[in-house]
Protein backbone atom coordinates (compact mmCIF):
# COMPACT_ATOMS: atom_id res chain seq x y z
CA UNK A 1 0.00 0.00 0.00
CA UNK A 2 0.75 3.72 0.24
CA UNK A 3 0.19 6.55 2.65
CA UNK A 4 -0.07 9.65 1.75
CA UNK A 5 -0.22 12.78 3.81
CA UNK A 6 -1.90 15.85 2.33
CA UNK A 7 -2.32 19.25 3.68
CA UNK A 8 -3.64 22.00 3.83
CA UNK A 9 -7.02 19.59 4.63
CA UNK A 10 -9.25 22.70 4.40
CA UNK A 11 -8.81 26.15 3.76
CA UNK A 12 -10.31 29.55 2.65
CA UNK A 13 -9.02 31.47 0.62
CA UNK A 14 -9.72 35.00 -0.82
CA UNK A 15 -10.12 35.49 -5.00
CA UNK A 16 -6.99 36.92 -6.60
CA UNK A 17 -4.75 34.99 -3.81
CA UNK A 18 -2.81 31.23 -4.02
CA UNK A 19 -2.87 28.25 -2.07
CA UNK A 20 0.04 25.84 -2.28
CA UNK A 21 -1.02 22.00 -1.36
CA UNK A 22 1.50 19.79 -0.37
CA UNK A 23 1.50 16.25 -0.99
CA UNK A 24 3.71 13.51 1.08
CA UNK A 25 4.04 9.86 -0.12
CA UNK A 26 5.74 7.35 2.74
CA UNK A 27 7.87 5.48 -0.11
CA UNK A 28 9.25 6.67 -3.58
CA UNK A 29 6.83 6.79 -6.97
CA UNK A 30 7.54 7.56 -10.32
CA UNK A 31 4.24 9.59 -10.86
CA UNK A 32 2.21 11.44 -8.82
CA UNK A 33 -1.20 12.70 -10.24
CA UNK A 34 -3.12 15.33 -8.86
CA UNK A 35 -7.08 15.72 -9.76
CA UNK A 36 -10.06 18.25 -8.50
CA UNK A 37 -13.69 17.39 -7.23
CA UNK A 38 -15.86 20.22 -8.30
CA UNK A 39 -19.27 20.09 -5.91
CA UNK A 40 -21.46 17.04 -7.24
CA UNK A 41 -18.87 15.75 -10.11
CA UNK A 42 -16.61 13.34 -10.96
CA UNK A 43 -13.13 13.09 -10.44
CA UNK A 44 -11.22 15.33 -13.12
CA UNK A 45 -7.08 14.52 -13.43
CA UNK A 46 -5.51 18.37 -13.46
CA UNK A 47 -2.11 16.87 -14.41
CA UNK A 48 0.82 13.87 -13.85
CA UNK A 49 3.76 15.39 -11.66
CA UNK A 50 7.42 13.05 -12.70
CA UNK A 51 10.24 14.07 -10.52
CA UNK A 52 12.97 15.31 -12.93
CA UNK A 53 10.78 16.79 -15.33
CA UNK A 54 7.69 19.46 -16.13
CA UNK A 55 4.38 18.27 -15.33
CA UNK A 56 1.77 16.92 -18.03
CA UNK A 57 -1.56 18.97 -18.13
CA UNK A 58 -4.82 17.28 -19.21
CA UNK A 59 -6.94 18.94 -21.61
CA UNK A 60 -8.25 22.27 -19.67
CA UNK A 61 -5.60 22.97 -17.18
CA UNK A 62 -2.47 25.04 -17.70
CA UNK A 63 0.98 25.30 -15.84
CA UNK A 64 0.14 28.77 -15.23
CA UNK A 65 -2.82 28.14 -13.54
CA UNK A 66 -2.12 25.18 -11.70
CA UNK A 67 1.80 25.01 -11.29
CA UNK A 68 3.35 22.09 -9.67
CA UNK A 69 6.64 21.12 -8.22
CA UNK A 70 7.71 17.45 -7.79
CA UNK A 71 11.40 18.07 -5.95
CA UNK A 72 11.84 14.44 -5.37
CA UNK A 73 10.27 10.90 -5.55
CA UNK A 74 8.13 11.36 -2.14
CA UNK A 75 6.62 14.74 -2.34
CA UNK A 76 4.66 17.04 -4.77
CA UNK A 77 2.88 20.95 -4.64
CA UNK A 78 -0.01 21.93 -6.87
CA UNK A 79 -0.53 25.46 -6.20
CA UNK A 80 -3.70 26.79 -7.70
CA UNK A 81 -3.12 30.35 -8.66
CA UNK A 82 -5.27 33.40 -9.48
CA UNK A 83 -8.04 32.40 -6.96
CA UNK A 84 -11.45 32.49 -8.10
CA UNK A 85 -15.16 31.22 -6.75
CA UNK A 86 -15.14 28.69 -9.45
CA UNK A 87 -11.88 26.95 -8.06
CA UNK A 88 -13.42 25.80 -4.43
CA UNK A 89 -13.62 22.13 -5.25
CA UNK A 90 -11.93 19.63 -3.53
CA UNK A 91 -8.00 18.65 -4.42
CA UNK A 92 -6.58 15.01 -4.09
CA UNK A 93 -3.02 14.13 -4.36
CA UNK A 94 -2.64 10.35 -5.81
CA UNK A 95 0.12 7.73 -6.29
CA UNK A 96 -0.33 4.09 -8.20
CA UNK A 97 1.39 1.08 -6.44
CA UNK A 98 0.66 -2.47 -8.28
CA UNK A 99 -2.08 -0.73 -10.61
CA UNK A 100 -3.95 0.17 -7.15
CA UNK A 101 -4.55 3.95 -6.75
CA UNK A 102 -3.77 5.60 -3.20
CA UNK A 103 -5.63 8.97 -2.63
CA UNK A 104 -4.37 11.61 -0.15
CA UNK A 105 -7.42 12.93 2.51
CA UNK A 106 -8.02 15.24 0.19
CA UNK A 107 -8.18 19.90 0.32
CA UNK A 108 -11.48 21.19 0.69
CA UNK A 109 -10.59 25.06 -0.85
CA UNK A 110 -13.15 27.50 -0.71
CA UNK A 111 -12.75 31.08 -2.81
CA UNK A 112 -14.29 34.04 -0.80
CA UNK B 1 -13.02 9.33 -26.43
CA UNK B 2 -12.23 7.33 -22.94
CA UNK B 3 -15.60 8.16 -21.03
CA UNK B 4 -16.98 6.33 -17.98
CA UNK B 5 -20.54 7.00 -17.35
CA UNK B 6 -22.55 6.28 -14.19
CA UNK B 7 -26.50 6.71 -14.97
CA UNK B 8 -27.35 7.54 -11.43
CA UNK B 9 -26.32 9.63 -8.96
CA UNK B 10 -28.47 8.19 -6.20
CA UNK B 11 -29.42 4.89 -5.25
CA UNK B 12 -31.17 3.94 -2.50
CA UNK B 13 -32.15 0.43 -1.24
CA UNK B 14 -33.29 -1.40 2.01
CA UNK B 15 -31.03 -3.91 4.10
CA UNK B 16 -31.16 -6.81 2.58
CA UNK B 17 -32.36 -5.95 -1.09
CA UNK B 18 -29.99 -6.71 -3.47
CA UNK B 19 -28.10 -3.75 -4.86
CA UNK B 20 -26.61 -2.74 -8.79
CA UNK B 21 -24.67 0.13 -9.41
CA UNK B 22 -24.37 0.43 -13.31
CA UNK B 23 -21.50 1.86 -15.05
CA UNK B 24 -20.73 1.87 -18.52
CA UNK B 25 -17.43 3.05 -20.30
CA UNK B 26 -15.78 3.85 -24.21
CA UNK B 27 -12.65 3.10 -24.60
CA UNK B 28 -10.71 1.86 -27.76
CA UNK B 29 -8.33 -0.44 -26.48
CA UNK B 30 -8.44 -3.38 -23.67
CA UNK B 31 -9.70 -1.51 -20.55
CA UNK B 32 -8.96 -2.15 -17.00
CA UNK B 33 -11.85 -0.77 -14.72
CA UNK B 34 -12.00 -0.31 -11.08
CA UNK B 35 -14.60 0.43 -8.36
CA UNK B 36 -13.93 2.79 -6.23
CA UNK B 37 -15.32 3.65 -2.68
CA UNK B 38 -15.83 7.13 -0.40
CA UNK B 39 -16.85 6.00 3.24
CA UNK B 40 -18.57 9.10 5.30
CA UNK B 41 -15.10 10.83 6.10
CA UNK B 42 -12.61 8.48 4.41
CA UNK B 43 -10.45 8.82 1.82
CA UNK B 44 -11.19 7.05 -1.62
CA UNK B 45 -10.18 3.54 -1.87
CA UNK B 46 -10.54 0.77 -4.25
CA UNK B 47 -13.01 -1.74 -3.85
CA UNK B 48 -12.30 -3.68 -6.52
CA UNK B 49 -10.90 -4.40 -9.93
CA UNK B 50 -12.05 -6.29 -13.07
CA UNK B 51 -8.81 -8.80 -13.59
CA UNK B 52 -8.77 -10.07 -10.19
CA UNK B 53 -12.44 -11.60 -10.51
CA UNK B 54 -12.55 -11.46 -6.76
CA UNK B 55 -15.54 -10.73 -4.29
CA UNK B 56 -14.76 -7.45 -1.88
CA UNK B 57 -17.11 -7.13 1.23
CA UNK B 58 -19.87 -9.19 -0.71
CA UNK B 59 -19.66 -6.99 -3.86
CA UNK B 60 -18.92 -8.46 -7.48
CA UNK B 61 -18.36 -6.65 -11.35
CA UNK B 62 -18.45 -8.40 -14.33
CA UNK B 63 -16.50 -6.76 -17.51
CA UNK B 64 -18.83 -7.23 -19.93
CA UNK B 65 -17.06 -5.99 -23.29
CA UNK B 66 -20.51 -6.71 -25.68
CA UNK B 67 -22.14 -3.94 -23.63
CA UNK B 68 -19.25 -2.29 -22.31
CA UNK B 69 -20.67 -2.19 -18.89
CA UNK B 70 -19.10 -3.28 -15.45
CA UNK B 71 -22.10 -3.12 -13.25
CA UNK B 72 -20.89 -3.43 -9.62
CA UNK B 73 -23.45 -5.93 -7.50
CA UNK B 74 -24.46 -7.03 -4.25
CA UNK B 75 -27.23 -9.28 -3.75
CA UNK B 76 -27.55 -8.75 0.14
CA UNK B 77 -27.47 -5.02 1.16
CA UNK B 78 -25.75 -3.69 4.04
CA UNK B 79 -25.95 -0.48 5.91
CA UNK B 80 -22.04 -0.20 6.13
CA UNK B 81 -22.38 -0.02 2.16
CA UNK B 82 -24.01 3.60 2.21
CA UNK B 83 -21.05 5.54 0.38
CA UNK B 84 -19.84 7.17 -2.87
CA UNK B 85 -19.01 4.29 -5.45
CA UNK B 86 -17.08 5.53 -8.67
CA UNK B 87 -16.39 3.25 -11.52
CA UNK B 88 -12.81 4.05 -12.65
CA UNK B 89 -10.92 3.22 -16.11
CA UNK B 90 -7.21 2.58 -16.63
CA UNK B 91 -5.92 4.18 -19.81
CA UNK B 92 -2.90 1.38 -19.55
CA UNK B 93 -3.32 0.69 -23.08
CA UNK B 94 -1.92 4.37 -23.84
CA UNK B 95 1.11 3.98 -21.81
CA UNK B 96 -0.62 5.78 -18.97
CA UNK B 97 -1.37 4.95 -14.94
CA UNK B 98 -3.79 7.79 -14.79
CA UNK B 99 -7.42 6.87 -14.05
CA UNK B 100 -10.97 8.03 -15.53
CA UNK B 101 -13.30 8.62 -13.37
CA UNK B 102 -17.44 8.42 -13.86
CA UNK B 103 -19.57 10.87 -11.81
CA UNK B 104 -20.00 8.62 -8.98
CA UNK B 105 -23.36 7.15 -7.79
CA UNK B 106 -24.39 7.72 -3.98
CA UNK B 107 -25.63 4.47 -2.49
CA UNK B 108 -28.03 4.64 0.87
CA UNK B 109 -29.20 1.66 2.63
CA UNK B 110 -31.51 2.10 5.10
CA UNK B 111 -32.82 -0.18 7.84
Known amino acids: SAVISQKPSRDICQRGTSLTIQCQVD?????MFWYRQQPGQSLTLIAT?????????ESGFVIDKFPISRPNLTFSTLTVSNLSPEDSSIYLC?????????FGQGTRLTVV | AQRVTQPEKLLSVFKGAPVELKCNYS??????LFWYVQYSRQRLQLLLR??SRESIKGFTADLNKGETSFHLKKPFAQEEDSAMYYC?????????????FGTGTRLQVFP
Open chain 1, 27 to 31: SQVTM
Open chain 1, 94 to 102: SVNRYTEAF
Open chain 2, 50 to 51: HI
Open chain 2, 27 to 32: YSGSPE
Open chain 1, 49 to 57: ANQGSEATY
Open chain 2, 88 to 100: ALSGRSYNTDKLI
